[in-house]
């Protein structure tokens, strides 16, 4: 007679399981290294969705000496392989070196996991053993180390630090996560009921999971947006700003005469540029936030490192050296001739400085520099300093002839068409993600993106026993004292009806889409 | 739960626009209609632009004399600077087809003098110039003082160096004060062609203004259609540094001057600005077509698809 069943709930929070489907999604690795005992590791890997029923195989690594988890691994590797080959009608018989066995494992067919134990994990991580390790779990679809203690734990994210080049996320809520947040290249803690250790070695830090999705769709792909073409504008501004004076070279005897008054050139990066940098900087969206959480494929280019590499580079300095040729030869075209409309000459070098540096303003804010210019330019401080402030009055005189105006209009338009022209047949000829995601800004929802598991209700998961555990040792009464007629009676009806209901649950889940809530365990 | 929620209330984040990442953005979208409108707009503007710049440009009168070498043998006599007392005239004939109308301007044409040279536009004193601090004349190093330790006044490389029939500290015949002797107005640091100078130009080729038509008697509609000729006391030695000077007459429009390049530019601008709109209005209706015939293909085979 059973008197009585406990039962632990070990509560997964809110939206774990569509995080990490989103990130999967997004191109994302996911391993989870635990303290836990291996089932309650698979179990939770079970509840998030790590591990699923439909997925060809889960390899467990147990072993315990060196030779056991070599072959542990070896046999897994065979069987990735194997069933890539299956199709072809070939099997592979040779053991395959090592470098063959990157590109194979990398085009397995079927989806896998590995889960290995702690023990296993000390041997695997040996300096012989390393790599082959990497590469299987690399080929698996889900890894799941438990009983992994905090320095095992660290030297997992150092072993793909160091071979995958990949950037790795350290996400831990407890002080034995503290090592492996401090080696990950990004290290977050989730604050909580464990305490704050982790939050305190971390980089950043929320207090649920799910948070995770957020800040890496959006924050952090806003932000490697950012720094890029922060970057490539700051290299282009000041590569067209001097090869100005490089072109000035020639016709000023290359005695490193300055195009622009020395204030100007002073207070360009401070001043003059600074603002527009500093807000493309803190606050370019390409995307509106809910389209970069909807579609975790845009994460793809920072992956890749796509916006500033070294061809984006050579663009960006191309583009300044063309614009530095064109703000100093349509100027020097205009002034070579020129006069003004009252018969004096234009071409003094202190008018030409200053048209070519107000061409400038046509992609900066304007009222700051014509303050500044107006200011400098002035009577006052030119009483005050005459040796310093020789632009007296040029700007007021300068600006006040057309050609002048003409000359920066046009110096514009040319500087700016080409780049508009290029843009828009690269948006028409190869769209990537962001510009057809901007141009559809009406449409409502997208099925395809969506392929995370709907959860009914708001409940957290839960994490249940797949195995029998000990249920059937105690039905069988053999700790227990009592008739053993009545026990065997009992016993036989009703562990086969437990069993068999648990077999019934198991399959009906299996094929049932949506995860829904699973109940626990009811005797 | 109570104390939790306090704990969750006091480690909360700020829910601002800002830090939440949730300030409203505007993206800035290159639709069709926009970039064309753009291009053929700018396109037209510039074209208009630069053919009415050109036209202006064309209605100028510009007479042009380069006398560096046809003056006798004034420029072989200036080359050496001990000759810098004996005096050298000549007189070049020059013939106007057409009289120029409106306002003449007369002007000196240096080419190959590098005034934006850095050196040379440093050596200058303003403090002197505006009569501020007459003793000022540090950074007009090499021409500060006369070997009798008396200060130059103007001092400076670019002072030395001025244009003139005649020039003084040092090489100048002249002082400052006697540099116009029929105007009292225009002589020290006030005389105009003095400032004209000190005002170094950009390029080493550059012209400045000399002289204006003073328009009265005969002169009073401009210049008219004859036989002139130029009276030049040859002074400024530009042979030594493979240099020329010219003199020129020019009468002028709104847009100042005869250079034709600004109009040209603004023509090959708008040309080239409608020729890429025309392109890519190509280019974006055959990728308009090949999306329809796709898309056309596409729901063909759907449509077979589902039928069987």
């Known amino acids: 007679m059973l008197l009585g069943a406990t039962a632990i709930e070990d509560k997964l929070q809110q939206g774990v399981p569509e995080t990490i489907a989103l990130l999967t999604l997004a191109n994302i690795k996911i391993w989870v290294l635990t303290g836990d005992k291996q089932e309650t590791a698979v179990n939770i890997g079970y509840s998030c969705k790590m591990l699923t029923d439909d997925m060809t195989e889960v390899f467990i690594v147990t072993g315990h000496t060196v030779l056991e988890v070599r072959e542990e691994l070896r046999k897994a590797r065979e069987k990735m392989v194997d069933s890539r080959t299956v199709g072809n009608g070939f099997t592979y018989q040779e053991k395959l070196s090592s470098s063959k066995l990157t590109s194979v494992l990398e085009a397995v067919a079927g989806e896998y996991a590995l889960v290995i134990n702690g023990h296993s994990l000390a041997h695997a991580l040996e300096a012989d053993m390393e790599l082959e390790f990497l590469e299987t779990a690399c080929a698996c679809k889900a890894v799941i180390c438990c009983r992994v203690t905090p320095l095992q734990k660290a030297q997992v994210v150092e072993l793909v630090k160091k071979y995958k080049k990949a950037v790795t996320l350290a996400i831990g809520d407890g002080a034995n996560d503290v090592s492996m947040i401090k080696t990950a290249h990004i290290g977050v803690g989730i604050s909580g009921q464990e305490g704050i250790q982790a939050v305190l070695a971390s980089d950043y830090s929320f207090s649920q999971f799910k948070f995770l999705q957020r800040l890496l769709l959006v924050h952090g792909r806003w932000s490697y947006l950012r720094m890029c073409k922060f970057l490539c504008y700051f290299f282009y501004k000041n590569f ?99 006069t003004r409309d009252d018969g004096t000459q234009l071409a003094d070098y202190q008018s030409f400085a200053v048209t070519v540096a107000t061409s400038w303003p046509s992609l900066q804010p304007l009222a700051v520099y014509f303050a500044i210019l107006f200011a400098m330019h002035s009577n006052g401080l030119f009483d005050m300093f005459p ?94 004292r009592l008739s053993s007629l009545a026990l065997s009676g009992f016993t036989a009806r009703s562990s086969s009806s437990w069993i068999e209901s648990l077999r019934r649950k198991k399959s009906d889940s299996a094929s049932s889409p949506s995860g829904g809530t699973d109940k626990p365990l009811k005797g | 739960m109570e104390r939790r929620s306090r704990l969750q209330l006091s480690r909360l984040p700020d829910i601002t626009a800002m830090k939440q990442q949730q300030l409203p953005a505007y993206q800035l979208h290159f639709s069709a209609t926009m970039v064309f409108s753009i291009f053929f707009a700018s396109g037209v503007f510039c074209l208009f632009m630069g053919i009415f710049l050109i036209l202006s440009a064309k209605s100028i009168q510009k007479v042009e004399i380069n006398y560096t070498k046809t003056c006798g043998n004034c420029a072989k006599l200036r080359e050496d600077a001990f000759n810098h007392n004996k005096i050298c005239t000549c007189s070049i004939p020059f013939v106007l087809a057409k009289s120029m109308e409106g306002n003449v301007f007369m002007y000196y044409k240096l080419y190959g003098f590098y005034q934006n040279l850095y050196r040379y536009i440093l050596s200058r004193s303003n403090s002197q110039l505006l009569s501020k601090d ?131 530019a603004y023509t090959v601008t708008g040309a080239m600005t409608w020729l890429a709109s025309f392109a890519m209005l190509a280019i974006h209706f055959m990728l308009k077509q090949r999306k329809a015939s796709t898309s056309k293909w596409q729901s063909k085979a759907l449509k077979g698809q589902s039928r069987k």
């Open chain 1, 240 to 338: 067209a700003f001097t090869m100005v004076h490089f072109w000035f070279g020639f016709f000023c005897g290359f005695s490193a005469q300055t195009v622009y008054d020395q204030y100007f050139i002073t207070l360009y990066n401070i001043v003059y540029t600074s603002l527009p940098v500093l807000a493309m900087g803190v606050f370019d969206q390409d995307v509106p936030e809910q389209r970069s959480m909807e579609y975790p494929k845009l994460y793809e280019p920072g992956q890749l490192n796509l916006l500033f590499n070294k061809r984006e580079f050579f663009i960006c300095i191309a583009q300044g050296i063309y614009t530095s040729v064109l703000m100093f030869f349509i100027p020097y075209g205009v002034f070579a001739e020129a």
């Open chain 1, 387 to 480: 040796n310093q402030f020789r632009f007296v009055g040029n700007a007021q005189n300068t600006l006040a002839q057309p050609t002048v105006w003409l000359t920066i209009a046009l110096t514009t338009v040319v500087c700016v068409m080409p780049v508009v022209a290029f843009r828009f047949l690269r948006l028409s000829l190869k769209p990537d993600l962001s510009d057809t995601l901007v141009r559809k800004k009406q449409k409502a929802q997208h099925r395809c993106m969506r392929r995370v598991g709907r959860t009914g209700s708001r409940r957290s998961g839960y994490a249940f026993s797949h195995q029998e555990g000990f249920g059937e040792l105690i039905m069988s009464g053999k700790n227990m």
């Open chain 2, 134 to 264: 007459l003793k000022a004349v540090e950074d007009c190093a090499p021409f500060k003082v006369s070997h009798k330790e008396i200060p130059f006044a103007p001092c400076g490389a670019i002072a030395n160096s001025m244009f003139n029939g005649t020039t003084k500290p040092p090489y100048w015949p002249k002082p400052i004060y006697e540099l116009d002797p029929d105007d009292p107005e225009n002589n020290g640091f006030l005389n105009d062609d003095f400032i004209v100078w000190m005002r170094t130009a950009a390029f080493p080729t550059f012209k400045k203004l000399y002289r204006r038509l003073h328009r009265i008697h005969y002169f009073i509609e401009g210049l008219p259609a004859g036989n002139y000729s130029f009276n030049i006391t040859y002074n400024f030695p530009v042979t030594k540094f493979q240099g020329e000077k010219s003199v020129v007459l020019s009468t002028l429009t709104w847009s100042g001057g005869s250079s034709l390049f600004l109009g040209l």
